[in-house]
């Protein structure tokens, strides 16, 4: 019987946890993307100001995967949202149930702290994950675009005085 366990992310992780969002990116086939380092995911987990949160996902005691999330918040809602960035487990874990047990952990953080929806963004073409997070009673929201400006476009808008009026 496959033993998983789920526990949050120590800073003694971080090696592990840049390891594993780049495998995650190299399977996104956006391995050149990837420029954070393990001093800029310690910062951002357990500097003064965290951002982010990660819980480690183990197989038999071998790490399998992970998840990262944030909060996010609905003003619709008056309520807190958890936000999922990142979610990985690697393909000898697959099919074990190690991806359910990280939702359905995260799900159990979101209702324990009263915050009001759980989501994430998966990229158009992978159908399988699609088709898992479908069976999990997840919707997708077709209406609903994602924009984002990041890298130079982010500092020239910064930078532009605003209009005269």
């Not at 071998?62 to 619709?76: E, H, I, K, R, V």
Request: a negative charge; charged letters at 20%.
């Amino acid at each position: 019987m496959t033993a998983i366990s789920i526990r949050p992310a120590t800073p003694e992780d971080v090696p592990l946890l840049v390891s594993l969002v780049r495998e995650l990116a190299e399977y996104e086939k956006l391995g050149h993307d990837v420029v954070a380092t393990e001093q800029d995911f310690h910062v951002a987990l357990f500097g003064p100001r965290p951002v982010i949160e990660a819980v480690i996902a183990s197989v038999d005691g071998a790490p399998a995967g992970c998840a990262l999330f944030f909060p996010n918040f609905s003003t619709f809602l008056g309520k807190p949202g958890l936000y999922l960035e990142d979610l990985y487990v690697r393909p000898p874990a697959r099919g074990l149930g190690v991806g359910r047990a990280l939702l359905q952990h995260l799900a159990r953080i979101a209702v324990d702290r009263g915050w009001g929806r759980f989501e994430w963004s998966v990229l158009d073409w992978n159908e399988p994950a699609i088709g898992f997070y479908r069976k999990l009673g997840a919707e997708p929201l077709s209406e609903w675009t994602v924009f984002r400006i990041a890298g130079e476009r982010l500092r020239k808008l910064a930078s532009t005085n605003p209009p005269i009026l």
